[in-house]
């Protein structure tokens, strides 16, 4: 794996350069690197999710456990929810109702990439400004997850679009649910990345 190679396809991307899509859709070395990408972003923002609840204190959220529930645990599930249920999902519709042949390699390294955009949500923690910061790397996510759909399995426009609307829903689903779950004493939130700042609105 090439730190630098990576770093420069995080960069490209941040500049809007879609054709990193197509480089890395090709190459079988890329595997490990947008696994890592997509892994650090969810780290991330599971880092910014427990800053959040530093400077919002909350009764909902238990500083003691936060950092596990909300940075450990919210990393692991944020990050098998984006492979379960954007990348599987998305797999799983364009092969099963599109009837597009996909490889799911291929998938899994171009929305590796795609997830790069939810390590900008660790600027949570920034007072008034948190919304931004939660709801724009989502959403800039999404587009992403378009593109590289779109660069790995060739379908139509419309098909790629209904594939990761489905993908984005089941994982939204899931991970809100996940984040507003309680331990078994009734007060410490398992965090979910971003979505455990969910708490603070339900």
């Known amino acids: 794996m ?5 770093i420069n396809h995080v960069m490209r991307m ?8 197509d480089e890395v859709r090709d190459d079988v070395n890329e595997l490990v690197p947008a696994l ?3 892994a650090i972003s969810c780290l991330l923002a599971g880092l910014g999710a427990f800053l959040y609840w530093q400077v919002v204190p909350s009764e909902f959220f238990d500083l003691d456990g936060g950092f596990l529930n909300t940075v450990i645990l919210g990393t692991i599930f944020t990050a ?63 587009v992403m997850c378009i593109y590289a759909a779109q ?10 679009v209904m594939a990761c609307t489905a993908g984005m ?10 984040s507003l779950g309680m331990t078994s ?5 398992i965090g ?8 603070d609105i339900s």
């Not at 090439?2 to 990576?6: I, R």
């Not at 829903?169 to 996940?178: D, K, M, N, R, S």
């Open 80 to 142: 098998a929810m984006y492979f379960v249920g954007m990348v599987l999902v998305v797999y799983v519709v364009l092969v099963q109702v599109y009837k597009v042949q996909v490889d799911l390699q291929a998938l899994t390294r171009t929305m590796g990439y795609a997830a790069a955009p939810f390590g900008i949500s660790i600027l949570m923690f920034i007072p008034m400004l948190w919304p931004v910061f939660a709801l724009v790397p989502l959403s800039m996510a999404f």
């Open 185 to 189: 004493d009734g007060d410490v939130p």
């Open 192 to 199: 979910a990345g971003v979505f455990s700042t969910l708490l």
């Open 36 to 38: 890592v990408v997509a």
């Open 169 to 178: 829903v089941v994982a939204v689903l899931v991970l809100g649910f996940i």
């Open 151 to 160: 660069s790995a399995s060739g379908a139509e426009s419309k098909q790629v």
């Open 2 to 6: 090439d730190p630098n190679k990576m």
């Open 14 to 21: 941040a500049r809007l350069d879609t054709t990193v899509f």
